[in-house]
């Protein structure tokens, strides 16, 4: 599959990449079709401020002038985007200056079945609880160990994703995706600032709920609120939505709010 | 300078490896002279502990081979040894079966300022604390940006390390050390079930200290415990012990405790 490294076909790093040695970096999963990127803006907003929070000094335009030209080589498929800053002497502390690593890695689009969009999919409990570290919460850095032992957790082909909780057992996301709930006609996501990745697909629904003028929560959600529930679906930037109908022994009907967002959001994935 | 990957010389891995993708590894920094390499079962002991922890089915005896080959072709030095669960498809799930990828590099060994070890150090208090993740604690996993946040607090070189506290403000380690306490003739070092790094010269410590017979405590530890104590040291496997002299307004002597053992680890880097 095509793969290029700062801007040039290329297939390998260097073992001194710091991306490697500390997890360093921040990457984007981008849905590409007929050339075209889903939610540029968004990718691109979410990376810069992840590239400011971390001090990685990226060349924005560029980043985005090679995502371009690279989906447009790509046609249809993923685009994978990872920033890295770059080789570093030993030791954490950071290069200066640094001269970040900038890949693009393309996959196909994933065929999910098409019943995880109809009927819903079932939410594996994970046991692995996101720690609280209000320094990297919302990005979408590449420590990801956490993400690795949760998906670790389920060999189950019936639960399309697992749900994450913090260390306190508040609803957080999925291990691929965020979470919405619908409760009484409001809509309710968890709030990201000590963990959890804020996804774009999640940006972009809050800004269409807000378009649509339904009353929105971003706040802490507990696992009785959940339950409770009239509601809930999951989000990511490259299936848009899924409802969920199953979490153990408690089953959701597919709802009408889920719907009409989905339709919004298979709309704009599908330009 | 030297570099091997999967036991061949050479400087580069995939873009596809997942110890870039989610830091899906683990690293050891070793002491190397003249051929031998220092505390190398302890190093391979914990290596093996954080491969059982993440499922990574290294081949353990072909790792510690490669390792001494590396060490006998360096000489002296630092050889930092990645290993890291290997390329996968895209997505969290851990490939079955995995094929780790077994990298070694290498490095001058650091001129540290003789006076680090004679008078000791400053501290310099950093303000990133350490998230608790039980999965993960003790671990010398590729996900570091803690470390690396906490490393680009400070650049005063008058600071040869920080100190770092958990979200709740107890006392766990330096950024790339591990930290002792004297309290009345009682060694006293973090415990390391919630978060922090188990180095290996912490194990050597606590083993010789035992057959010291000295009395030792490894559990929390209190940010006025630590402004209380009596001697405070740091350890890791290239120094050995430093003395802590200060801590913002706190002043420390060079205890007797500090120097018996420094003596002791001394002896055990230099064979």
Same mark, same amino acid.
């Given at each position: 599959?095509?793969?290029?490294?700062?801007?040039?076909?290329?297939?390998?790093?260097?073992?001194?990449?710091?991306?490697?040695?500390?997890?360093?970096?921040?990457?984007?999963?981008? =849905?590409?079709?007929?050339?075209?990127? /889903?939610?540029? %803006?968004?990718?691109?907003? +979410? #990376?810069?401020?992840?590239?400011? !929070? @971390?001090?990685?000094?990226?060349?924005?335009?560029?980043?985005?002038?090679?995502?371009?030209?690279?989906?447009?080589?790509?046609?249809?498929?993923?685009?994978?985007?990872?920033?890295?800053?770059?080789?570093?002497?030993?030791?954490?502390?950071?290069?200066?200056?640094?001269?970040?690593?900038?890949?693009?890695?393309? =996959?196909?689009?994933?065929?999910?079945? /098409?019943?995880? %969009?109809?009927?819903?999919? +079932? #939410?594996?409990?994970?046991?692995? !609880? @996101?720690?609280?570290?209000?320094?990297?919460?919302?990005?979408?850095?590449?420590?990801?160990?956490?993400?690795?032992?949760?998906?670790?957790?389920?060999?189950?082909?019936?639960?399309?994703?697992?749900?994450?909780?913090?260390?306190?057992?508040?609803?957080?996301?999925?291990?691929?995706?965020?979470?919405?709930?619908?409760?009484?006609?409001?809509?309710?996501? /968890?709030?990201?600032?000590?963990?959890?990745?804020?996804?774009?697909?999640?940006?972009?629904? @809050?800004?269409?709920?807000?378009?649509?003028?339904?009353?929105?929560?971003?706040?802490?959600?507990?696992?009785?609120?959940?339950?409770?529930?009239?509601?809930?679906?999951?989000?990511?930037?490259?299936?848009?939505?899924?409802?969920?109908?199953?979490?153990?022994?408690?089953?959701?009907?597919?709802?009408?709010?889920?719907?009409?967002?989905?339709?919004?959001?298979?709309?704009?994935?599908?330009?």
């Amino acid at each position: 599959m095509l793969s290029w490294v700062n801007g040039a076909p290329g297939e390998q790093l260097s073992v001194r990449d710091r991306g490697l040695a500390y997890g360093d970096g921040l990457f984007e999963t981008i =849905a590409v079709r007929g050339g075209q990127i /889903a939610l540029l %803006a968004r990718h691109m907003a +979410r #990376l810069a401020q992840g590239c400011q !929070r @971390l001090s990685i000094a990226l060349d924005m335009a560029l980043m985005q002038h090679e995502l371009q030209a690279f989906a447009a080589q790509l046609g249809d498929g993923v685009a994978k985007l990872t920033v890295t800053r770059g080789q570093g002497q030993r030791g954490y502390a950071p290069p200066q200056p640094c001269q970040p690593l900038r890949i693009l890695q393309a =996959a196909p689009m994933p065929h999910y079945p /098409a019943e995880h %969009a109809e009927q819903g999919v +079932r #939410l594996f409990p994970c046991a692995t !609880r @996101l720690a609280e570290q209000p320094l990297l919460a919302g990005l979408k850095h590449l420590n990801r160990l956490e993400q690795v032992l949760a998906r670790a957790e389920w060999q189950d082909a019936d639960c399309a994703e697992g749900l994450m909780r913090d260390c306190t057992g508040r609803v957080i996301e999925g291990v691929y995706s965020n979470l919405f709930l619908v409760i009484g006609g409001r809509l309710l996501t /968890a709030e990201l600032s000590r963990c959890g990745v804020a996804g774009v697909m999640r940006a972009e629904i @809050l800004h269409q709920a807000e378009r649509l003028g339904l009353p929105i929560e971003s706040r802490d959600i507990s696992h009785d609120e959940l339950l409770a529930a009239d509601e809930v679906f999951l989000c990511n930037s490259l299936y848009g939505i899924w409802p969920v109908r199953a979490l153990q022994e408690r089953y959701w009907p597919v709802g009408p709010l889920t719907r009409k967002l989905q339709a919004i959001v298979r709309d704009l994935l599908s330009k």
